[in-house]
């Protein structure tokens, strides 16, 4: 992968007004560099204040964002992301992704890619990628504008949903993976596997499900309001995990899908 997203970054799903603002602003302060958000985030104004805010150079922060469904069309893509780039108050966004295939397929995968890649040459996005796309419509998207033209692939991913054939496809064809609801909305707090892996290393089960992730490859996504739960997050890049560990949480995969809306696209 050519571009220098930070494996670790900070998502803003579900974070609305003050306290969007607030989340951003205090991980920046603890050293995130890598911000998610997306137009359906209803967000992207707060991340942009906090940005602005921010004494940390623009230059060091990576930031995503992502075109909604009603914004596939090939001449909306554009428009929409220079929309995004005012609320964020950036003349570019380092990465914009796909955020959900066209539901019912309605607006061709190669419209929109094409659309999105000519985004990218006018200067609008550092890097373009695809999230939430199952095997088919990643081969509909690499024959597009081939795979070195997609950056990521960001999807659902954590012990319980580890997404193996996408991961597995990613990693053949060069596309990275970013993994989003890393801690399964927290229920990897309660997991008598993972908590016992954290007792003995003296670490969080968050912090060890993310160094899984990391280990794997993959970057990682994670979202809190709580400074103390971002400062650990951070942390989880220093842990290494022995193979013992690597396998016991891989053996956690139960195919428990948390993002399922009913205009996903068929999963694999």
Not at 46 to 60: I, M, Q
Not at 196 to 205: E, K, L, S, V
Request: aromatic share 6%; glycine share 8%.
């Amino acid at each position: 992968m050519t571009m220098n997203m930070p494996r670790l970054g900070l998502g803003t799903f579900r974070l609305q007004g003050q306290q969007a603002i607030d989340s951003v602003a205090a991980g920046l302060e603890l050293g995130y560099r890598h911000i998610d958000t997306a137009q359906i985030y209803g967000n992207e104004e707060e991340v942009g204040t906090a940005l602005a805010a921010s004494k940390v150079a623009r230059g060091e922060v990576f930031v995503t964002t992502k075109i909604w469904t009603a914004n596939l069309a090939g001449e909306l893509v554009a428009p929409s992301l220079k929309e995004s780039l005012r609320k964020l108050r950036l003349e570019q966004v380092d990465l914009t992704l796909v955020h959900w295939p066209s539901p019912g397929a309605e607006v061709p995968v190669r419209e929109t890619m094409e659309a999105l890649l000519g985004a990218r040459e006018a200067g609008l996005s550092a890097a373009i990628g695809i999230s939430n796309f199952p095997v088919a419509l990643m081969r509909e998207a690499i024959d597009a504008v081939g795979a070195a033209n997609i950056a990521t692939n960001q999807v659902e991913l954590h012990p319980y949903l580890q997404n193996r054939s996408v991961a597995a496809f990613a990693r053949e064809t060069g596309i990275h993976v970013t993994a989003y609801m890393p801690l399964a909305y927290g229920k990897v707090m309660d997991d008598p596997v993972i908590r016992g892996i954290a007792a003995r290393i003296d670490a969080t089960a968050a912090q060890v499900t993310l160094a899984w992730l990391l280990a794997k490859g993959h970057a990682a996504i994670p979202s809190s309001t709580r400074r103390a739960n971002l400062a650990g997050n951070l942390q989880a890049s220093q842990l290494v995990l022995d193979a013992g560990d690597i396998c016991a949480i891989d053996a956690l995969e139960r195919g428990e899908r948390l993002v399922d809306p009913e205009f996903a696209p068929a999963w694999d």
